[in-house]
Nanobody
Framework: QVQLVESGGGLVQPGGSLRLSCAASKSIFSFNAMGWYRQAPGEQRELVARFFRVGSPRYAESVKGRFTISRDFANNMAYLQMNGLKPEDTAVYYC??????????WGKGTLITVST
């Protein structure tokens, strides 16, 4: 079993920045993939950014150039740096990890509200 705990959410004005953190309960070396999803009110959960075991991270088109995903293997952390935030980025953001068996794990989510 893997626990993922997000932090860093909150209220931010349009154009502002936030950094989300995700702490994993085991080595992130063991994951096939790790990343961030979001779910806006009344919408389906969607991919924001995700690392895979090999290759470059994948980003949603709507966040390319504004969001950057990163990870810290030493501390089993993943991050999402969000710049140029827009009201349409308002959502609950979830950390996700997929292990080598294909099982997916989710954090409880952290709310980002972009508003004046």
């Amino acid at each position: 079993q893997v626990q993922l705990v997000e932090s860093g959410g909150g209220l931010v004005q349009p154009g502002g920045s936030l950094r989300l953190s995700c702490a994993a309960s085991k080595s992130i070396f063991s994951f096939n993939a790790m990343g961030w999803y979001r779910q806006a009110p009344g919408e389906q959960r969607e991919l924001v950014a995700r690392f895979f075991r090999v290759g470059s991270p994948r980003y949603a088109e709507s966040v390319k150039g504004r969001f950057t995903i990163s990870r810290d293997f030493a501390n089993n952390m993943a991050y999402l740096q969000m710049n140029g935030l827009k009201p349409e980025d308002t959502a609950v953001y979830y950390c996700n990890a997929e292990d080598t068996s294909g099982s997916n794990y989710w954090g409880k989510g952290t709310l980002i509200t972009v508003s004046t």
